[in-house]
């Protein structure tokens, strides 16, 4: 194995050998090779931060795990739009994960956020694949520059925990491209993560982990991935049928068990010997690559400095929901009422394998005591656990009252238990708990001022929102939330975070509302396209709070827009950013575009840049943008491809999608298709066709003539070539009396096949 020049391959093993490579030889390690000097490596648990077992580890991978910095999950991390800071992020990741001899951090997680009741969204960061897509790339490009691998999970289609392990993802083919894939595509071919976790659930029928098209012609033959596909822990169906669709690595261990199949397989002749070959050669090639940077970081951790990250990034993930009269920030000497158990019992991340055991835990509550100079009172209000009975609950609430009355300020921290969002199941509801809300209502009657502090891992409903002046999307921002929440309560962190999803009034706006679950596991991705605020735009529905929304201490100002297309092909767009208000601050400038006249349907509008931009108190930046061509385009069912439809795109640059603060207009030059005419093309789409259209309408000109005849049946003549150039061409026999040639017509349909491009 340590002999460049000759490298082991899948030719120096047996059978039974190459079998064995492609399983686990426990819970978290893979299978070596003793008697060629092929070791075994361990992979184990993240993304927000390294999930080792200590020792051995037990058989469901669940026991105690070594420290590690908790950084803010998911949910926290992408809502600051920053790849660079969450780039930081990945590389004291890889740090962490190199001083622990762990080849591969398993992560990260880029799923769509398709409902809010999904279980697991706090391991996703949006409902955009443009945003999830820059995500992913950020904290694998992090991850992996310090010679450790990642997995990029979870590949694909996996919006929901419920029946996760056979359910079927049955959705169309654009959304599948354009939503569902689009971000893993865009992690593929930018950073090429080591590894890619194939999903539990099946699409649209077929297992992820068995199908060929997912795992071979779209992942490596289309994207040019390089590196080794991983089942998801248990999410091997039928490895036989799985291995040569592209299925390298069944994970965990079987016992043996799964290897024997294969070697009976190759041997019965079901199994071709290449394909384990190829499986084989991955596994390989991916040890070797662990070994070539094992020992890029050697302890011990800096755990200090990556606290100090880790708070950082926090206060970056706090979105800035509302902030009426400028309640925030506070002034340090004011009289406070810290209010609600998440103060002093964090909830900073998910349940599930991505549970962190964190190196240290900050305390909302301890840390603004640590800020403040003035008074500082502290009342639960509710319990957590939900065990208090009615007179445990009704003392909790007469407390904190009690506390509000006497403070100048509020800060009342609610927020999702960790009992009702995990891995593994999903929500039935967005609400709060009962007695959360009955407690804020009890605080504003005898206190107004009110800043809420929200911990959840999925989105809430906030009826509330209008009655209060001030909230902070605290999301879970791990092990250092308490101080960050401090840092931003105060103004020494100017919020600048926006929302990667949208916040609906109610559950029933959202746009999986009819379909999530599904029935007879089988979950109809029936809204199509309308996925997050595509779904509200097209609408026209009212929401809470919008996608791409968030607040600041200070106020921004965007120039008039300017936009031109490259030597590449890509759109360039400029725009002035002003930082108008009186401190230093962050803007995430935000680029939608559109297609009016569309010949196919399209969202009223989709983000495709970004940019993160800092800016001193009276700063203006001329902030640069690029949208990709690949960006525009659609997938096209009949050339089952991508295409640029050609037109004029307007742009629009703002603050979120339904704050847009200018526009321009560019004319982009689309894909030539031509698409193959068949007996059932319209009249109307032979008409047009770019090889045969000419001929066409000297050849239908006999049945053009008919239309007068036609018009005696419908309203007037316009009427009729409607209804006749919707026909299939097949009907030209019914309609037609005037001698047209169909033996023509049939072999210039025929023709049109030798030149069509696909």
């Keep these: 194995m340590t002999n460049e020049q000759h490298p082991v391959t899948a030719a120096d093993l047996t059978l039974e050998e190459k079998a064995s490579l492609t399983s686990g030889l426990d819970f978290w390690h893979l299978k070596g090779i003793e008697r060629l000097g092929v070791p075994s490596i361990m992979v184990t648990d993240g993304p927000h931060g390294l999930r080792k077992q200590a020792g051995r580890g037990d058989h469901l991978g669940l026991g105690q795990s070594v420290p590690a910095t908790c950084f803010p999950p998911a949910v926290g991390l992408g809502s600051s739009w920053d790849d660079e800071l969450i780039e930081r992020v990945g590389r004291a990741l890889g740090v962490e994960t190199s001083i622990e001899d762990v080849a591969v951090l398993l992560g990260p997680g880029i799923n769509i956020k398709r409902s809010p009741l999904c279980g697991r969204n706090f391991e996703y960061a949006s409902e955009d694949p443009i945003v999830s897509g820059g995500y992913g790339t950020a904290l694998v490009r992090g991850i992996q520059s310090q010679g450790v691998g990642t997995s990029l999970k979870h590949f694909a289609a996996n919006n929901q925990e419920t029946d996760r392990l056979r359910s079927s993802s049955d959705v169309d083919p654009r959304p599948l491209r354009e939503i569902y894939l689009r971000g893993f595509q865009r992690v593929v071919t930018d950073a090429q993560p080591w590894t890619v976790m194939c999903s539990y659930n099946r699409i649209n029928g077929v297992y992820a982990s068995e199908d060929p098209w997912l795992l071979t012609e779209v992942l490596r033959d289309e994207w040019g991935f390089t590196g080794l596909v991983v089942s998801d822990w248990g999410a091997v169906n039928d490895r036989v049928v799985g291995l040569p669709a592209g299925l390298d690595l069944e994970m965990p261990a079987s016992g043996g068990r799964t290897d024997a199949q294969l070697v009976a397989a190759v041997r019965d002749g079901s199994l071709d010997e290449r394909a384990l070959d190829l499986a084989a050669d991955r596994v390989l090639e991916l040890i070797r690559r662990a070994r070539a940077g094992a020992g890029a970081a050697t302890g011990p951790l800096d755990v200090d400095a990556h606290h100090a990250l880790a708070r950082e990034a926090a206060g970056r993930s706090i979105v800035l929901l509302r902030n009426e009269g400028g309640l925030l920030p506070l002034a340090t000497d004011a009289k406070l009422a810290v209010i609600g158990a998440f103060a002093e019992q964090p909830r900073y991340q998910g349940a599930g394998s991505s549970l962190i055991n964190p190196t240290r835990l900050d305390k909302a509550l301890a840390e603004i005591r640590a800020l403040a100079t003035g008074e500082v009172g502290y009342a639960p209000g509710f319990d957590l656990a939900g065990e208090a009975d009615t007179g445990r609950r009704t003392a909790l609430r007469e407390e904190a009252v009690a506390a509000a009355e006497q403070a100048e300020t509020v800060v009342l921290f609610l927020g999702l238990p960790a009992r009702l969002e995990s891995e593994g199941y999903d929500r039935t509801d967005i609400d709060l708990p009962a007695d959360q809300l009955e407690l804020l209502d009890a605080v504003l009657a005898?206190?107004?001022?009110?800043?809420?502090?929200?911990?959840?891992?999925?989105?809430?409903?906030?009826?509330?929102?209008?009655?209060?002046?001030?909230?902070?999307?605290?999301?879970?921002?791990?092990?250092?939330?308490?101080?960050a929440t401090a840092d931003v309560l105060f103004g020494r962190v100017n919020p600048s975070a926006k929302l990667t999803e949208t916040i609906p009034v109610r559950l029933a706006d959202t746009p999986a509302y009819l379909d999530f679950g599904g029935d007879f596991s089988h979950v109809r991705y029936g809204e199509g396209l309308f996925v997050g605020y595509r779904w509200y735009d097209a609408k026209g529905l009212e929401v809470a709070y919008p996608f791409g929304h968030g607040l600041s201490y200070t106020t921004f100002e965007h120039g008039t827009p300017t936009a031109e297309v490259t030597a590449e092909g890509d759109l360039a767009v400029r725009v002035s950013v002003r930082n108008t208000g009186p401190v230093a601050g962050r803007e995430v400038v935000q680029v939608y575009s559109s297609l009016p006249g569309s010949a196919v349907q399209r969202p009223p509008r989709e983000l495709k840049a970004y940019a993160s931009v800092p800016l001193g108190a009276g700063e203006s930046q001329e902030v640069r943008l690029t949208i990709r061509r690949a960006d525009l385009a659609y997938w096209h069912v009949l050339a089952d491809r991508w295409v640029v439809e050609g037109g004029d795109y307007l742009l629009e640059v703002g603050a979120s999608s339904r704050d847009l603060r200018g526009a321009v207009t560019v004319a982009v030059a689309g894909d030539e298709v031509v698409l193959p005419l068949t007996r059932n093309s319209t009249i109307g789409e032979a008409l047009d066709h770019p090889v045969a259209g000419e001929r066409m309408q000297e050849l239908l000109t006999p049945l053009m003539a008919d239309l007068g005849e036609l018009s005696a049946i419908v309203p007037d003549e316009e009427a009729a070539a409607a209804m006749l150039l919707g026909s299939p061409l097949r009907s030209v026999a019914v309609f037609s009396r005037n001698g047209l040639d169909l033996a023509e017509l049939e072999q210039l349909i025929a023709s049109t096949h030798e030149g069509a491009t696909s």
Excluded: H, M, T
């Design 446 to 483: 005898v206190n107004p001022n009110v800043v809420v502090v929200l911990s959840n891992g999925g989105v809430v409903a906030l009826p509330f929102a209008d009655r209060v002046p001030a909230i902070l999307e605290g999301w879970l921002l791990g092990q250092a939330g308490g101080g």
